[in-house]
């Protein structure tokens, strides 16, 4: 590869996660369920047909909190929502992507 | 659509917690004014604010108001919601931060991505130092970054680096320490598995700072997870033709393999690394030559810890100057601590050099997680030592922790509190290092378990004032004579708690008493005939049948048979089982 080549990749990958789930799948995440939540993540957006992707990252350092997952919606600040389960996960695509309302008592982190 | 967010959390974690009270009083005062469609209001789980009341935060414009009380709602809703004007009282100006530069793509990026690494900036580093700058001028930078070693010891980066490009020689090595080993860390593992990328890139760096054509990641056995996605960002590397021959068409060449620990503590000293990754056994060798002269077979090595590394890439990028605005004098940059024990956040916190102890406890960590005190921290694993509470004011930096007693370590901060004995905290390290040492010298083999005998009997009761004395010599013996780290730092848990908590030895020594109510032989469980309603709870859970009598005349418990495993207390519903 040559130096063109990597400036052709870095322009064509979508740099930033502007519409988008991110799951923390690192160890600490793992064992506390993330695959779990991840799977509804999965499959539940592509069933309701939304505009999003789902992404695997590391871990964000709050092992304490996991599974953590970063939620990225249009209209909405970003934001971290920890101690997630099956039944949050369905409570976020539900109320949080589709509704655009916050979650009460997961949230761990907004940024604007 | 909503124009403002307003959170809300009661951040003081002992009380009872009066989130949802305030709550629906801020919510009916909106409701009042109308406000309510234009506000969202959200009570969270988590604030990175810690004892300070009810404290709120007002995005968009990032006003963070603590200690509030509801009759304060009426002046928060009229100046700060309608006149966007600022609380002064109310308000907390700064509050202790992480900064991200190790962890920058921890969390962020996909690992097993390799062009969303690049998309965000991934290889720029490795494409500036092979295309602008000499090998020289890469040690320079990293020189001026004031990078030390974070494996704990706290080497200067470019001085390694330095060494090992001033020998000549035709094949050099460059070796990533991933045999994370002390008890409560794993900084390493989360890197590796978070941001192999950026690990990667810094390994390549460093070989063409060194000239060195041949890389090693050493990576501990029992972390499966990591080494699969080390693996597969070398693959996608190669792929790319990141790794591997011309490297971005700069004739330099540089390959990368994995070679798996099994296991073994003292393979994360550089020599034993060296011998395993050689195939032989994991034993260290007495330094100089230091592995910079003669490392991996016989040939120049770089050995730099996981930490230090994936900070390569970013100085090369943001220059060392910007990496050594950062921190203390003698300790640039940031340090990765793991946050364990009695911590409320027990995690991974990445704090700028020189905050104080207490601040990364506090606020960072959030203090403790029971209504217990906090009495001391212990850093540095089995090769570091404890520090009390009256001495949180300390900096976190390499020197500040060496004057007392312990070390920086790799990282890992393991918080105890009042029941945590210190003697059997000294005897758990101990153990490790007796199971762990590798048997060549006797300082280490013979020192290390004589030593663990005396911790041994002073908390079964059985110790005498000159055990403090034997230990104390012991100790002075094992630092001096042995062959590595491993076996000079030994003691080091042991001296120290012996500095700060002495008189804990004493009363387990003299008054046959622990305070912390750990050392289950200087214990004796008692049923107290006020608090015990008879249940017989207790009675049906004891292994061992030492609890005597029945539901008419209540429970008692044998002394002779009681093997104080606990159990009694912990099923007791009405805490009538105590131990003294």
């Known amino acids: ?112 | 659509m909503t124009e403002k967010i307003i959170y809300i959390k009661d951040t003081n974690t002992s009380k009872e917690d009066n989130t949802s009270k305030f709550y629906n009083a801020f919510e009916q005062k909106l409701q009042g004014k109308n406000l309510l469609d234009k506000i969202h209001l959200i009570k969270i789980a988590d604030m990175g604010i810690y004892n300070k009341g009810i404290t709120l935060k007002l995005l968009p414009e990032n006003i963070t108001y603590v200690n509030v009380k509801e009759n304060d709602i009426g002046r928060i809703i009229e100046s700060t919601i309608e006149k966007g004007k600022t609380l002064v009282d109310l308000h907390l100006k700064e509050s202790y931060k992480q900064v991200r530069i190790a962890l920058r793509h921890c969390g962020n990026l996909n690992p097993e991505n390799i062009d969303e690494y690049i998309a965000n900036d991934g290889y720029s580093a490795l494409t500036k130092a092979l295309t602008e700058m000499s090998p020289e001028n890469v040690i320079d930078e990293i020189r001026k970054s004031g990078l030390r070693g974070r494996g704990g010891g706290g080497y200067p980066t470019w001085l390694k680096w330095k060494f090992t490009l001033e020998v000549d020689s035709e094949q050099k090595y460059v070796i990533c320490n991933a045999d994370e080993g002390d008890p409560g860390a794993y900084m390493d593992r989360s890197m590796l598995e978070g941001d192999p990328h950026s690990l990667i890139e810094g390994m390549i760096i460093a070989g063409y700072a060194v000239k060195a054509t041949q890389g090693y990641f050493y990576i501990r056995a029992e972390y499966p997870l990591a080494i699969e996605r080390i693996q597969k960002a070398i693959n996608q590397a190669y792929e790319y033709g990141l790794l591997g021959k011309n490297i971005l068409d700069s004739r330099v060449n540089f390959d990368l393999e994995i070679r798996l620990g099994a296991g073994a503590f003292v393979c994360g000293e550089e020599t034993a690394l060296i011998a395993s990754i050689e195939g032989k056994r994991g034993y260290p060798r007495p330094r100089p030559p230091y592995p910079s002269v003669k490392g991996l077979w016989n040939q120049p090595t770089v050995i730099n810890n996981v930490e230090t590394l994936i900070n390569v890439p970013y100085i090369i990028l943001e220059g060392g100057t910007k990496y050594s605005s950062v921190g203390t004098e003698k300790s640039t940059g940031t340090k990765v601590f793991a946050l364990t024990g009695k911590i409320k956040n027990s995690g991974l916190v990445e704090v700028a050099m020189g905050m104080p102890i207490k601040n990364l406890i506090n606020d960072i960590g959030g203090g403790s997680a029971t209504d217990k005190k906090i009495k001391a921290v212990q850093t540095g694993g089995p090769s570091g030592g404890v520090i009390p509470v009256n001495y949180f004011d300390t900096p976190v930096s390499y020197e500040a922790l060496q004057e007392l007693g312990s070390i920086m370590g790799s990282g890992g901060l393991i918080v105890m509190d009042e029941t945590d004995c210190m003697v059997d905290i000294a005897k758990f390290y101990l153990q490790f290092c007796v199971d762990e040492s590798c048997g060549k010298c006797a300082p280490c083999r013979i020192g290390g378990y004589q030593m663990l005998r005396l911790l041994e009997k002073i908390s079964e009761g059985k110790g005498e004032l000159g055990d403090i004395d034997k230990l104390k010599s012991i100790s002075q013996g094992m630092q001096k004579a042995s062959l590595c780290g491993l076996g000079q730092t030994a003691p080091n848990p042991v001296v120290s708690t012996l500095q700060y908590f002495e008189e804990e030895y004493k009363e387990h020594i003299l008054e046959k008493k622990c305070r912390a109510g750990k050392c289950s032989e200087l214990l004796s469980y008692y049923i107290i005939p006020d608090k015990c309603t008879k249940c017989g709870l207790c009675f049906k859970n004891c292994p061992v049948n030492a609890i005597k009598g029945d539901r008419k005349t209540g429970f008692v418990i044998d002394p002779d048979l009681c093997i104080k495993c606990g159990k009694c207390a912990e099923v007791c519903k009405f805490d009538a089982v105590t131990r003294k």
């Not at chain 1, 590869?1 to 740099?15: F, P, R, V």
């Not at chain 1, 789930?21 to 047909?49: N, P, Q, Y």
């Not at chain 1, 939620?71 to 934001?79: A, G, S, Y």
């Open chain 1, 1 to 112: 590869m040559s130096k063109i080549d990597l400036k052709s990749i870095k322009e064509n990958t979508q740099a930033s996660c502007e519409c988008c789930v991110k799951i923390g799948m690192s160890t600490c995440g793992l064992a506390a369920g993330a695959e779990e939540v991840f799977k509804v993540f999965e499959t539940e957006i592509k069933k309701r047909k939304l505009p999003l992707t789902v992404r695997k990252c590391g871990c964000i350092g709050l092992c304490c909190a996991e599974p953590l997952v970063e939620v990225n919606v249009k209209e909405l600040p970003k934001v971290l929502y920890g101690n997630v389960d099956k039944k949050i996960a369905l409570k976020i695509i539900e109320e949080h992507i589709e509704k655009k309302n916050l979650i009460h008592d997961y949230i761990y982190e907004i940024n604007m």
